[in-house]
């Protein structure tokens, strides 16, 4: 599998993706507040307000800002079609998402019903707009790659991520008898296996053999693995049917999403393994990092299977999967393609000189700082199942890398704002 040629004529204003860039790590800062604002342990159940709070702080309001901002930036780049009005596009879901994901946030912590349906509309709003003007870009763009295959996959489990939580919260918030089991485990499901899984290979297919000068993926596995990984999702819905107790699909399903994940990361480690420059990478470091952590969330994640008797098994692979495998690489994404970004545009100005090298722009140290802060807080949250103190640990290294990464992008950014002085007065 090659590696497309970027369409970089269309790429839009560097303000768009920089603004879900830099909003981010505030979301992050917010999820460890709450973690220590409400009375016990928040791990100790996936249903304790502290942690519903908290991860969505985590997926709405960190993950998703990145993940809206970096397709702002790779549907013209990869794809070859810019969104319709993209600065529009990007006002309409980024002010919704940030005013959604707080409001959302806060309803859960403090369970207050008026915050959820005033959050509920507004994330609707954000993430139609978002996914609409993405499918419309996807449709018209000329590009046939398998990265394009993976995005559209992952922007319609968005779809459905989105219709199962705006039905949850209003649900929830006007106190409706809805089956919420079997609509949270669809909801989490699409989320995570579906939203970020799939636009996570998506993106891999073009970062890790360009970023980190890697051999491409094989054909094979960027023909099969998201279409798989899809229908796998369509089959782990099956039992949100009525009168459905498609028990034996259900593991099946799970049993196939882990396989093929780790298929993944086994696949993305061998390439890393034959890169051409050995010099040590912090942002490779993440990667690995994540995919390591995305192996070991499959064992977990397959052991309630054979040892239904032992205790949090699944909340250690959702933590796995969460933080270790799906925050880390969102780490080193963002330190790759942010002063990509800034060196890009700089670049594209006319004035070569002054333009500073990609590793000048975000200093090393303070990315292998934040890689070994990630690595303490996943730790803590691993042993804050078992252990209550842990979780103020979890708490500090969420907030420190909150505070590492806005300090490293708003220096990316001040950088970028100052050289652009300087080539105005040349």
Same mark, same amino acid.
């Given at each position: 599998?090659?590696?497309?040629?970027?369409? @970089?004529?269309? !790429?839009? &204003?560097? %303000? $768009?993706?920089?603004?879900?860039?830099?909003? /981010?790590?505030?979301? =992050? +800062?917010?999820?460890?507040?709450?973690?220590?604002?409400?009375?016990?342990?928040?791990?100790?159940?996936?249903?304790?307000?502290?942690?519903?709070?908290?991860?969505?702080?985590?997926?709405?309001?960190?993950?998703?800002?990145?993940?809206?901002?970096?397709?702002?930036?790779?549907?013209?780049?990869?794809?070859?079609?810019?969104?319709?009005?993209?600065?529009?596009?990007?006002?309409?879901?980024?002010?919704?998402?940030?005013?959604?994901?707080?409001?959302?946030?806060?309803?859960?912590?403090?369970?207050?019903?008026?915050?959820?349906?005033?959050?509920?509309?507004?994330?609707?709003?954000?993430?139609?707009?978002?996914?609409?003007?993405?499918?419309?870009?996807?449709?018209?763009?000329?590009?046939?790659?398998? @990265?394009?295959? !993976?995005? &559209?996959? %992952? $922007?319609?489990?968005?779809?459905?991520?989105? /219709?199962?939580?705006? =039905? +949850?919260?209003?649900?929830?918030?006007?106190?409706?008898?809805?089956?919420?089991?079997?609509?949270?485990?669809?909801?989490?499901?699409?989320?995570?296996?579906?939203?970020?899984?799939?636009?996570?290979?998506?993106?891999?297919?073009?970062?890790?053999?360009?970023?980190?000068?890697?051999?491409?993926?094989?054909?094979?596995?960027?023909?099969?693995?998201?279409?798989?990984?899809?229908?796998?999702?369509?089959?782990?819905?099956?039992?949100?049917?009525?009168?459905?107790?498609?028990?034996?699909?259900?593991?099946?399903?799970?049993?196939?999403?882990?396989?093929?994940?780790?298929?993944?990361?086994?696949?993305?480690?061998?390439?890393?393994?034959?890169?051409?420059?050995?010099?040590?990478?912090?942002?490779?470091?993440?990667?690995?990092?994540?995919?390591? %952590?995305?192996?070991?969330?499959?064992?977990?994640?397959?052991?309630?299977?054979?040892?239904?008797?032992?205790?949090?098994?699944?909340?250690?692979?959702?933590?796995?999967?969460?933080?270790?495998?799906?925050?880390?690489?969102?780490?080193?994404?963002?330190?790759?393609?942010?002063?990509?970004?800034?060196?890009?545009?700089?670049?594209?100005?006319?004035?070569?000189?002054?333009?500073?090298?990609?590793?000048?722009?975000?200093?090393?140290?303070?990315?292998?700082?934040?890689?070994?802060?990630?690595?303490?807080?996943?730790?803590?949250?691993?042993?804050?199942?078992?252990?209550?103190?842990?979780?103020?640990?979890?708490?500090?290294?969420?907030?420190?890398?909150?505070?590492?990464?806005?300090?490293?992008?708003?220096?990316?950014?001040?950088?970028?704002?100052?050289?652009?002085?300087?080539?105005?007065?040349?």
């Amino acid at each position: 599998m090659k590696v497309i040629s970027l369409s @970089t004529e269309q !790429a839009p &204003l560097i %303000s $768009i993706p920089l603004r879900f860039f830099i909003t /981010a790590p505030l979301f =992050l +800062l917010l999820a460890g507040i709450i973690l220590v604002s409400g009375t016990g342990n928040p791990f100790a159940s996936i249903h304790t307000p502290a942690l519903l709070a908290a991860t969505h702080c985590i997926t709405l309001g960190f993950m998703s800002m990145i993940m809206l901002g970096a397709t702002h930036q790779i549907l013209p780049v990869v794809v070859g079609r810019p969104m319709p009005i993209s600065w529009l596009t990007a006002w309409l879901t980024f002010i919704p998402l940030a005013l959604g994901a707080l409001l959302l946030s806060a309803g859960l912590m403090l369970s207050k019903p008026v915050w959820l349906n005033l959050a509920w509309p507004l994330l609707g709003l954000a993430f139609i707009t978002f996914i609409s003007a993405s499918l419309m870009s996807l449709a018209q763009a000329p590009a046939r790659n398998h @990265t394009k295959t !993976a995005i &559209l996959l %992952s $922007i319609l489990a968005l779809a459905g991520t989105i /219709a199962l939580g705006m =039905l +949850l919260a209003h649900g929830h918030a006007n106190g409706f008898l809805l089956p919420y089991a079997k609509l949270a485990t669809a909801h989490i499901g699409l989320s995570l296996g579906g939203w970020i899984m799939l636009l996570i290979v998506g993106v891999s297919y073009q970062v890790v053999p360009m970023f980190q000068i890697t051999p491409n993926y094989p054909e094979w596995l960027g023909i099969f693995l998201a279409p798989a990984l899809f229908i796998v999702l369509l089959l782990s819905l099956l039992p949100l049917m009525p009168n459905s107790e498609q028990h034996r699909v259900t593991i099946f399903a799970q049993t196939l999403f882990w396989f093929l994940a780790s298929s993944f990361a086994v696949t993305t480690l061998i390439l890393q393994s034959k890169r051409r420059r050995r010099v040590a990478d912090a942002t490779l470091s993440f990667f690995r990092l994540g995919m390591v %952590s995305l192996i070991c969330a499959a064992m977990f994640g397959l052991a309630p299977l054979f040892f239904p008797d032992i205790d949090h098994l699944a909340m250690l692979s959702a933590v796995l999967f969460l933080l270790g495998f799906a925050m880390s690489l969102m780490h080193g994404m963002l330190y790759k393609i942010v002063p990509f970004l800034v060196w890009f545009h700089l670049f594209r100005c006319g004035v070569k000189i002054s333009v500073p090298n990609m590793k000048e722009i975000i200093a090393e140290k303070w990315m292998w700082r934040h890689l070994w802060l990630h690595c303490s807080t996943l730790i803590a949250a691993i042993f804050s199942l078992w252990w209550d103190m842990a979780v103020w640990l979890v708490s500090l290294g969420l907030l420190l890398q909150s505070i590492i990464l806005g300090y490293s992008l708003v220096t990316a950014i001040l950088l970028y704002k100052h050289i652009l002085k300087r080539i105005e007065v040349i």
